[in-house]
């Protein structure tokens, strides 16, 4: 699908399969072994499919790929927004026990020398 696409857009057979395998996350040693060629005509092809499409960079091939892709879902798969989340799915993201500013027991020491007294050793502002 993503190489068809590419070719429609000008790049050769092998351009789109360097393409495709950047945008899967390979570096280009790794594209080189699978290719069966060496980095330099990786980064050689990499060169021409950059002019072709119009990007400055691996990023930018790679965001523009990412539409073009089989793992993304498209609106119409999405569920909707009032669904409940499944049992793998998690909604909330842990912040852990502490927070910046504050040591591990909750108390503010920002890093302002207190070593402790009768409640221990500060942490420090980082909550290390």
Not at 48 to 62: D, P
């Amino acid at each position: 699908m993503l190489r068809d696409v590419l070719i429609q857009k000008g790049l050769s057979n092998r351009e789109a399969e360097v393409a495709e395998l950047v945008s899967k996350g390979l570096s280009n040693k790794e594209v080189a072994n699978q290719l069966f060629v060496t980095e330099k005509t990786v980064k050689f092809h990499l060169t021409n499919i950059y002019k072709k499409m119009s990007v400055k960079s691996r990023a930018q091939l790679i965001v523009w790929c990412l539409p073009h892709m089989g793992f993304i879902e498209s609106e119409a798969q999405r569920p909707a927004a009032n669904t409940e989340p499944q049992n793998n799915q998690i909604d909330t993201i842990p912040a852990g026990n502490a927070t910046v500013g504050s040591d591990i027991r909750g108390n503010n020491d920002m890093g302002s020398g207190n070593n402790g007294g009768s409640n221990g050793p500060g942490v420090g502002a980082f909550g290390l």
